[in-house]
């Protein structure tokens, strides 16, 4: 499984290294460099990717959600917990973040 991952950090790379990307897909990219480095176990590199993503699109429940794993995997249980909640205030409507927010006792 990770030749397909490391495949797609090297695009997503080689993408931002470009500068063909418009600003509002340099923070996609970014926010998918930084799922693929999660996934990838690279835990600091992930968490500078999706700050960077947070800052070109602070709306994007997902990249809070990744921080939140990144954080947990990391044994930051309290800052995980802070960033699946501002993943829920952004998207609610979204099973797993809901799933996350519930399994974690994160719901009021």
Known sequence: ????????????????????????????????????????????????????????????????FFKGLTFEARGEDKRADSQYKNAYFYDPQDAEIAAKMAERALLN
């Open 1 to 64: 499984m990770q030749e397909p991952l490391t495949e797609a950090l090297e695009f997503c790379s080689a993408a931002l290294n470009s500068g063909d990307l418009k600003e509002g897909d340099i923070g996609e990219t970014l926010l998918y460099r930084g799922v693929v480095r999660y996934q990838l176990g690279d835990l600091p590199g992930a968490l500078n990717d999706l700050n960077l993503s947070i800052d070109y699109h602070p709306e994007k429940a997902l990249a809070y």
